[in-house]
Structure formats: structure tokens, C-alpha cells
């Protein structure tokens, strides 16, 4: 799983409907694996220069992406399940926190493991998951309140001038089940 492949480095300025500079994003996509293993690794900056940055409240998340149907828990042709760090499953694995979360299941007749890991040092370590049974993954540090209700302390994450967020997640595809143990 050492070996890594294509890099692709991105860089965006988020504008608001004034065309005003909000914050620029720095982002480094890296690519690798090996015979039996794909990993994605996911490196994002959000810096402002000109004020405070302020990622709200919401239930929209910063990683996110769409399971193949078979891997999902509901629909046609779903079987598959899904396992948090925490040992939570299924569909009960909807709004709670975790280090990762994997799904599984069998996908052209053989096994696959996708997993999402969320970088203990990104904010709101760990993150709440938006594990949809129809097949949407996603990291969501944000949403404190959706998931846990609005008596809840705000999830908003708060950057001063010229301090950056940085969020860091790993993406790894197996050919393979795993259980907890072998993730964590």
C-alpha cells in the first residue's frame, strides 16, 4: 500500500455573488496502491486573508461520495453494509461520530471494502457521518446540530486572518472484507 502513483494538485478561490474573494483553497489529491488495495489521499487548505473564515453549522459536509449500488444498504440491487470504528452498523451509523467509516459488500462477484478515514488532527476530530443507506458517504465536521439536535453546541469551525483550515482524509479500496481491527 506504500506505492504511490498520480498527484494532482488543485487551486481554487471560493467568490461569493459579488465575485469578492472569499478564501482560496489549496487542495493535493495523491493516487496510489498495490495489487490488492487503491488509496486516495486527500490533503485540503481553506485560507482567508482578508477576514475571519467561518464554516457554519450544516449538515453538508467537506468529503463525500457515492457508493456503487451494490455497496449500498437499500435499492435494487443492494447487500452491502456498513461499519464504523466505533462499531457502530448499518444504518445506525447515520449521524454518529468516528475515526472512519467502511462499507462493504460484494461488488461483480468479489468482495470490496471502502473506507474513509478522518485525520485525527482535522477539527471536530472525530467527525459525525452522513451514511446514508442510498449509497452518499460523508465526512461532515459541520453538522453538530443536525445530528445531535439544536440544544447542541454549534459545529461551526471559526479560522482567523490568514490562519488555515486544513482537512486531511484517506480513501482506501480493498479487494477484500475487513473487520475493525485490521482498520483501526
Not at 468516528?98 to 485525527?120: D, I, K, Q
Not at 461551526?156 to 477484500?176: H, S
Amino acid at each position: 500500500m506504500d506505492q504511490h502513483g498520480d498527484t494532482l494538485l488543485v487551486a481554487n478561490r471560493w467568490v461569493d455573488a459579488e465575485d469578492q474573494v472569499i478564501c482560496t483553497e489549496h487542495r493535493q489529491i495523491e493516487f496510489g496502491g498495490d495489487d490488492d488495495s487503491r488509496i486516495i489521499d486527500l490533503d485540503i487548505e481553506l485560507l482567508s486573508r482578508e477576514s475571519p473564515l467561518r464554516l457554519g453549522d450544516t449538515k453538508e459536509g467537506t468529503m463525500a461520495m457515492r457508493l456503487a449500488p451494490p455497496l449500498r444498504l437499500d435499492g435494487n440491487l443492494a447487500h452491502g453494509s456498513y461499519l464504523t470504528s466505533e462499531g457502530v452498523k448499518d444504518g445506525e451509523a447515520w449521524g454518529t461520530r468516528a475515526r472512519w467509516v467502511a462499507s462493504y459488500g460484494m461488488l461483480e462477484g468479489s468482495p470490496v471494502t471502502v473506507v474513509m478515514f478522518y485525520h485525527p488532527a482535522n477539527p471536530n476530530h472525530p467527525t459525525w457521518w452522513h451514511a446514508r443507506s442510498y449509497g452518499l458517504f460523508a465526512a461532515n465536521p459541520f453538522g453538530r446540530r443536525d445530528f445531535e439536535g439544536s440544544e447542541a453546541p454549534s459545529g461551526a469551525v471559526l479560522a482567523l486572518d490568514g490562519v488555515p483550515i486544513r482537512f486531511r482524509y484517506r480513501v482506501l479500496i480493498l479487494d477484500e472484507e475487513v473487520d475493525a481491527a485490521d482498520l483501526n
